[in-house]
């Protein structure tokens, strides 16, 4: 670990496939404001971040809403009651148990699906809504198992439609300049990354009751160990460094601390006999170091567990001209003077794509992100084209949920990373995000 972050804590706040289908809609879709029509969306766990993405939606007057889906039956009259204020109508609703949405997703009035669930369906969802030739917007991550990667892939590939991950922090404004001085080549060529997702989350795990959320189920379970998180560090510096791009991720190898906060957490506020006392969770705090093809190195941290404020930009990147941290800022060899701020670097390495939509992206949550994901994936399915954080992009990052809990279980054992693009990525070019 760096000497910055040991002295002080810092506290902060797919494959779209051309198709005739897709063509005519395409066509009939162009930017809201000029007569479009709107994309037809339902939505698959109307929960906060369902919730959110709908009023974000309707207030872009980008959509129609047809159906809504959740286990939960006030969710969805919730989401209804949006509609109907909106649009003057209200979706149909699904809410008969965990699997209707399969009903939902074959419906020929919806182009796209957002699946807003908790985290173990976000695989399988994707896979029966791009066998229903749907659009879709999976929150992070894709999927949890090598071999739900795998399924999402090839239902990609065999639909007609587009695989969109959600993933915010990519558009994070200094991340964004990051990604353009590499691009500029500021950084040179290369050679270390550091990311992390320290984030911590007692509360979020427990009822009022003590008993656990769904978040709780997970990150007690047996069958869940290691950094089950780790697209909103990976997402951005494997854009940095080109993954799945020009180059891949090729092993990692991970270690994992004991678990003690939540334990201790649960029998103090909720008494010794509590569930969450006695449950068998995650490690406080996870490590992985991984190896890409070309000899870069990544170190990728998580930890939601240990008291400590959120750090919401854990972000190291170092090249033979240039290295960028999150605490210290930037420093350009042979031009800076030391470590200088960032926002110094703003007037002239500030990205495009951002500038093109700061105003509209300057409420939105997480640093802008949750507008830059919603504009990006409604214009993919507008202009028929390929997101910028695709299927490939998607599993990739999300492989290493698998493969930490396997290298933990086998005393760090290397794990080999599966090339989801099977050889592609040496052909594979970096997203223009700067035409988007």
């Known amino acids: 670990m760096k000497g910055s972050r040991r ?21 009939a879709k162009t930017a809201p404001g000029n007569n479009a029509k709107k994309i037809r969306i339902g939505i698959i766990g109307v929960g906060g971040r369902g919730t ?31 509609v109907q204020k909106s649009l003057g109508y209200k ?23 957002f699946v807003t669930t908790p985290t173990v369906w976000h695989g399988p969802m994707a896979v029966d809504s791009l ?18 990667g795998w399924e999402i892939v090839k239902a990609a590939e065999q639909s007609n439609a587009g695989y969109f991950l959600a993933e915010n922090y990519c558009f994070m404004r200094d991340n964004m300049m990051v990604l ?60 940095w460094l080109g993954i799945t791009r020009g180059d891949r991720l090729t092993h990692c190898t991970s270690m994992m601390s004991r678990s003690a906060t939540f334990r201790e957490y649960a029998t103090q506020r909720f008494g010794p006999n509590s569930t969450g006392a006695k449950a068998s969770w995650n490690g406080d705090t996870c490590n992985t170091l991984i190896q890409t093809e070309s000899g870069m190195v990544i170190h990728l941290r998580f930890d939601i567990a240990s008291p400590r404020p959120h750090n919401l930009t854990f972000y190291t990147l170092q090249g033979t001209g240039a290295s960028y941290d999150d605490e210290a800022g930037m420093y350009i060899d042979g031009k800076s003077n030391g470590w200088e701020s960032i926002s110094g670097y703003y007037a002239q390495y500030d ?12 409420s939105a949550g997480h640093g802008g992100g949750d507008y830059f994901i919603l504009q990006h994936f409604y214009r993919c399915i507008r202009e028929n084209s390929t997101p910028g954080i695709d299927v490939y992009d998607a599993v990739t990052w999300s492989s290493l949920i698998p493969l930490s809990a396997k290298s933990i279980l086998e005393k760090a054992a290397p794990q080999e990373i599966p090339d989801y693009t099977r050889g592609k990525w040496k052909v594979r070019r970096r997203f223009e995000w700067s035409k988007a």
Request: aromatic share 8%.
């Open 131 to 148: 066998h229903a030739h749907k659009w879709v917007f999976s929150e992070v991550p894709a999927c949890n198992t090598l071999e739900e």
């Open 351 to 362: 990205h495009p794509y951002w500038l093109k939509h700061s105003e509209q992206a300057k």
């Open 52 to 82: 959110g993405f709908l009023k974000a939606s309707l207030q872009m007057g980008a959509v129609d809403v047809p159906a809504l889906c959740d286990i939960r039956p006030e969710a969805v009259q919730q989401g209804a009651d949006l």
């Open 7 to 27: 002295s002080f804590l810092r506290t902060s706040g797919s494959l779209c496939l051309t198709s005739p289908l897709l063509a005519s809609r395409a066509e």
């Open 180 to 239: 353009n001085m590499v691009e500029k080549g500021i950084f040179g060529t290369l050679t270390f990354a550091e990311c992390g997702y320290i984030h911590e989350a007692r509360t979020l795990q427990f009822n009022e009751d003590g008993s656990l959320t769904w978040r709780g189920e997970l990150n007690s379970s047996k069958t869940l160990i290691g950094n089950t998180y780790p697209t909103h560090s990976l997402g951005p510096v494997s854009q």
């Open 91 to 113: 979706p149909e609703a699904y809410t008969k148990g965990p699997t209707d949405y399969k009903r939902m997703v074959v419906r020929d009035d919806i182009d796209a699906v």
